[in-house]
């Protein structure tokens, strides 16, 4: 089956823009993650949502930073004002349920660059 | 809080010789363990995962890892290497139930023919 989608797969912005980043979770998966990988660096969760639940919102670096997740289903991850040191690879991932050992799926991530 | 490191920014093997790329976590429930391989522009892909039973996990592409409790370890195997296992690894710890997954900043493999 298909697995997670991002678009688009590259964003070149300007700095002070918004830019919006989708995720498409493998299909009848309840749990959604975003993460953001800088160059040379592992990854930095940023938010978690599961069914109905409100988002686990912990891991956003700034009020900048904002997701919504549609339906149960699409995500979009939404960075007002970028600036520079907002490049990065953002990753969405999503699993069948929360729990501890619950495998996440990833996408093959979409790369920001704020010039 | 869970954490997890990765001691070795980068590990070098001869293509047939075994490989080890290491990880060390640390928790205050229990560990929920998990291995991903990152190729070139693409996405992280899961390898391994460990939730109880047998400390010898083993995963995709001949990957096996070993639970360690007793030196908070997970440490990644192959018995023999190939040039195509060349990619950036990454270690990751969920405690308990917790939501978030901390990842280890990664692994350089190279494996040289």
């Known amino acids: 089956g298909a697995g997670v989608s991002q678009s688009p797969s590259n964003k070149v912005t300007e700095k002070g823009k918004d830019v919006e980043l989708r995720c498409d979770p493998i299909s009848g998966h309840t749990a959604l993650y975003w993460y953001r990988q800088s160059l040379g660096q592992g990854l930095e969760f940023l938010i978690y949502f599961q069914g109905n639940s409100a988002p686990d919102k912990s891991g956003l670096p700034s009020d900048r930073f904002s997701a919504e997740r549609t339906g149960g289903s699409v995500s979009t991850l939404t960075i007002q004002r970028t600036q520079q040191e907002d490049s990065a690879v953002y990753l969405c991932?999503?699993?069948?349920?929360?729990?501890?050992?619950?495998?996440?799926?990833f996408g093959p991530g979409t790369r920001l660059l704020v010039l | 809080a869970q954490s997890v490191a990765q001691p070795e920014d980068q590990v070098n093997v001869a293509e047939g010789n075994p490989l080890t790329v290491k990880c060390t976590y640390s928790?205050?429930?229990?560990?929920?363990l998990f291995w991903y391989v990152q190729y070139p522009n693409r996405g992280l892909q899961f390898l391994l995962k460990y939730i109880t039973g047998d400390n010898l996990v083993k995963g995709s592409y001949g990957f096996e890892a070993e639970f360690n409790k007793s030196q908070t370890s997970f440490h990644l195997k192959k018995p023999s290497a190939l040039v195509s296992d060349s990619a950036l690894y990454f270690c990751a710890v969920r405690d308990g139930d917790n939501n978030d997954m901390r990842f280890g900043a990664g692994t350089r493999l190279t494996v040289k023919p």
């Open positions: 928790v205050s429930g229990n560990p929920y």
């Open positions: 991932a999503s699993s069948s349920a929360s729990g501890g050992g619950k495998t996440q799926y």
